[in-house]
T-cell receptor, first 117, second 113 residues
């Protein structure tokens, strides 16, 4: 399968600072990227969907001003957690899908564990 | 609205024994169904998927699943598990391919020697 790389894999930041997480498709052009959040011992919850060159579509209950998503190129999407607080500590995972019909497979990155202290 | 229920949060099993991880879903329209595996601190890897066609789907690592529309189930099975199968398994459903996957809570498969 195709490769999706997330960076960093782990990050610790102080409360009140911002953190940027990158999601890159290494060997295909990702027209659509998805950002998920996973709390400990829980399932993944979709946060937002972004299409290259367009504004992201956020799921209900997700603060778009707090979780800034940029998808400026076909190989890179970023998630910025602004003014992070301890409750934002979580495992963030992206997935990327190339061009084609909706049943074109989406591939997941390895995730980023964010700890806010 | 769609939802996914994974009936078992944990499944302990001995090596080389068969295993079934249960998944039920609810949806008012046709669905696509997926099983993913997650190893500690890693992303998700697709095990198998049902989009259309044969209801018995074979995936990687010897896993298979059967789509049962009447019972709204998509249970995952493996006839003989290995220690390396120890991981978290997620069932997911969507109404549109890989768009907006709705995940179940996950099942922790623990394979013991």
């Amino acid at each position: 399968g195709a490769v999706v790389s997330q960076h960093p894999s782990r990050v610790i930041c102080k409360s009140g600072t911002s953190v940027k997480i990158e999601c890159r498709s290494l060997d295909f052009q990702a027209t659509t990227m998805f950002w998920y959040r996973q709390f400990p011992k829980q399932s993944l919850m979709l946060m937002a969907t972004s299409n290259e060159g367009s504004k992201a579509t956020y799921e209900q209950g997700v603060e778009k001003d707090k979780f800034l998503i940029n998808h400026a190129s076909l190989t890179l999407s970023t998630l910025t957690v602004t003014s992070a607080h301890p409750e934002d500590s979580s495992f963030y995972i992206c997935s990327a899908r190339g061009q084609g019909l909706v049943n074109t497979e989406a591939f997941f990155g390895q995730g980023t564990r964010l700890t806010v202290v | 609205a769609q939802s996914v229920t994974q009936l078992d949060s944990q499944v302990p099993v001995f090596e080389e024994a068969p295993v079934e991880l249960r998944c039920n879903y609810s949806s008012s329209v046709s669905v696509y169904l997926f099983w993913y595996v997650q190893y500690p601190n890693q992303g998700l890897q697709l095990l198998l998927k049902y989009l259309s066609g044969s209801t018995l789907v074979k995936g990687i690592n010897g896993f298979e699943a059967e789509f049962n529309k009447s019972q709204t189930s998509f249970h995952l099975r493996k006839p003989s598990v290995h220690i390396s199968d120890t991981a978290e398994y997620f069932c997911a459903v969507s109404e549109g391919g890989y768009n907006k996957l709705i995940f179940g809570a996950g099942t922790r498969l623990a394979v013991h020697p």
